[in-house]
């Protein structure tokens, strides 16, 4: 079993996420209620559902994820892992609901996003999905508002701007080489209308290492993402350039009036 188990491990870390997949769900065949084989096979399968186009596919993928998920958390029901691997799944089926079912999704969200920072404040992926989530509450629309109120309660609490901002701050000083940390953030500033924050994301996303296909995507969309962003800050400063050329207004005397001014500047001329 400690051999699976490193196995497993070690082909997630080649990025090689099918086969570690199958290695977990062979530890499952022999060991059904083993926590640490469940939340990541749970973590894993949403992974490769997020790849597929098909919509079938990929509600394939997050629904195993989902019973590996709560299986997990029916092990340890305060546990950060299984409650990340509860949101991750919930997060990723939600993408597929009406909008009804969505909020729903979101609603349920709140005490596992919660709940999985709380317990496993070392893993940078619960605070990406914290900060995810926090941002899509705090952007809901007056319809989904009312919706929410009206069908569900209430809106969540907690979904905050600055809050989400500041966990995906946070999975960025944890795992700093990750691409995707840096491509929400810079999205976040955007919508914020913090220019400079996203470019200085962008730029050091620009010099980090695309090792899968997805790292190769996601540097894609950085880069595109830059240009209108440095060709809009030049315009600025342009603009307060031109500002700060203009003449400073005259400084009348006491008892002095503008026409008095303009006459006394005549006759010097």
Wanted: with cysteine; aromatic share 8%; glycine share 6%.
């Amino acid at each position: 079993m400690r051999i699976k188990l490193f196995q497993a491990a070690a082909l997630a870390n080649s990025f090689k996420d099918s086969e570690a997949l199958a290695v977990y769900q062979e530890i499952l065949k022999e060991i059904p209620t083993h926590y640490l084989a469940l939340w990541q096979a749970a973590v894993l399968s949403v992974k490769i559902g997020t790849r597929y186009s098909d919509e079938t596919r990929k509600s394939a993928y997050f629904d195993l994820g989902r019973q590996y998920a709560d299986r997990a958390l029916l092990l340890k029901p305060e546990g950060g892992e299984s409650n990340y691997a509860v949101a991750l799944a919930l997060f990723n089926q939600a993408t597929l609901y009406r909008a009804g079912a969505r909020l729903k999704a979101f609603s349920d969200l709140r005490s596992h996003v919660y709940l999985a920072t709380e317990r496993r404040p070392d893993l940078p992926e619960t605070w990406q999905l914290r900060g995810r989530w926090q941002y899509r509450v705090a952007h809901y629309n007056l319809i989904e508002r009312l919706y929410s109120k009206i069908v569900l309660g209430g809106v969540p609490p907690g979904g905050d701007s600055k809050e989400a901002m500041a966990d995906l701050e946070k999975a960025r000083e944890l795992a700093p080489q990750n691409l995707q940390f840096c491509y929400d953030l810079a999205r976040m500033y955007v919508y914020q209308g913090r220019r400079r924050r996203a470019i200085a994301v962008l730029r050091e996303a620009e010099r980090l290492p695309t090792i899968t296909s997805e790292d190769l995507v996601v540097s894609r969309l950085c880069r595109k993402m830059l240009p209108p962003l440095l060709r809009a800050d030049a315009r600025r400063q342009k603009r307060r350039g031109r500002e700060g050329k203009k003449p400073k207004p005259a400084i009348l005397a006491p008892g002095e009036s503008i026409r008095a001014r303009r006459d006394t500047l005549s006759r010097k001329q």
